[in-house]
């Protein structure tokens, strides 16, 4: 949970074309959800390879 809050407050702050925006942030039980754009194209992991 720790790096999802800490991801959260990222992106909460920057503002830049590369990075997805973050619209909305709730906790579900055990869950920690953020609503954020749609990026298609998959993960970085899998653009790298």
């Known amino acids: 949970m720790p790096r999802v809050h800490m ?3 990222i992106l ?3 503002d830049h074309p590369f990075l997805p925006t973050i619209y ?3 906790v579900l ?3 920690s959800c ?4 749609y990026c298609p194209g998959g993960d970085l992991h899998v ?3």
């Open 34 to 37: 953020l609503v954020m754009e």
């Open 24 to 26: 909305a942030h709730f």
């Open 7 to 9: 991801e959260r407050e």
């Open 47 to 49: 653009l790298r390879q």
């Open 12 to 14: 909460s702050i920057l």
């Open 29 to 31: 039980e055990k869950l």
